[in-house]
């Protein structure tokens, strides 16, 4: 206990200069608590505003996947250069160091497989809350089918996880899925992005397209990119050029960076985009000066 006697009387009040009561630096998240905002702060980079995050949870619908034979040998060399590992528990528990850099976004729902044909039926709670904190994940990532025959249980599931995030501070991103019967359209996207955000996730990850700046404007909370199948380096840094000029927040890429004759060039040469307001012609000179000639 601190001694009580003989202490210097506490006088400077420093009543001239006003509380700092500017709101925090993502937006639509000011009102949340300091947890979540703190584990926010984790995925998006304050200097920024923006998140390069590596997703490569694709084996927990489609198994193995070019790229993604041996995580501890293709993945785990990419941390230094990305903020956000986002993957699964089995695989981040087996395959990385609990030393590792990047923040975790854990992919928390289970869905079906690839070899069911509709893969909306079947969504719902894969990780219960309790073991993400375990885990310190900084975020948990749920997939949501929006205009699925799965809609209904993807939206309780989005809930549920909402209402536990909001109890332990852990954000909750939402996944716009598409597959069979879900367009790749301005249309779709706005729809689907708003509902997640309306139902409380706090970011939201989608598709680029057309008339994009529209999606980011409309959802309230910050919005990052998924990759989509891989594209010649140069056309996915001007989809991430793009994007980021549209309003999102950074990245959630996977198979664009993975599957890259230089996974780790291209990784830094999308940071450079996604935080350093490089131009995708500039990321492409950087990715051609870095790659292993
Ligand atoms: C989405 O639900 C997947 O599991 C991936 O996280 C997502 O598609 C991002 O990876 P990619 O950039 O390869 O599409």
Do not use: W
């Amino acid at each position: 206990m601190a001694d009580n006697v003989g202490n210097k009387p506490s006088k400077e009040y420093h009543l001239d200069i006003p509380v700092q009561t500017e709101g925090f630096f993502l937006k639509g998240l000011n009102n949340n608590d300091f947890g979540l905002k703190n584990r926010l702060s984790r995925i998006f980079q304050p200097k920024s505003g923006n998140a390069v995050v590596l997703a490569f949870d694709h084996g927990y619908i489609m198994g193995s996947t070019a790229g993604l034979e041996r995580l501890d040998v293709t993945i785990a060399p990419l941390a230094p250069h990305v903020d956000v590992f986002m993957g699964t528990r089995g695989a981040i528990r087996s395959c990385f160091s609990p030393t590792m850099h990047p923040a975790v976004c854990l992919r928390a729902t289970r869905d079906s497989s690839v070899l069911y044909d509709d893969m909306s039926v079947g969504n719902g709670c894969g990780v219960e809350m309790e073991d993400a904190i375990r885990m310190n994940a900084s975020a948990v990532a749920v997939q949501t089918f929006i205009g699925a025959q799965g809609e209904a249980d993807s939206l309780k599931t989005l809930c549920s996880y909402v209402d536990a995030g909001n109890r332990y501070g852990i954000p909750v991103l939402g996944v716009v899925a598409v597959g069979k019967e879900m367009e790749r359209t301005a249309k779709f996207f706005l729809l689907a992005t708003r509902i997640l955000a309306e139902h409380g996730a706090h970011f939201v990850k989608t598709y680029y397209c057309d008339d994009f700046e529209k999606v980011t404007a409309a959802c309230p909370v910050p919005i990052i990119v998924a990759g989509g199948k891989k594209l010649a380096e140069d056309e996915a840094l001007a989809m991430t050029y793009r994007a980021i000029q549209e309003g999102a927040h950074g990245v959630d890429m996977g198979r664009n960076i993975f599957q890259s004759e230089d996974p780790t060039a291209m990784a830094q040469a999308i940071a450079k985009v996604v935080h350093e307001k490089y131009t995708n012609k500039q990321a492409y000179e950087f990715f051609m000066d870095t790659k292993k000639k």
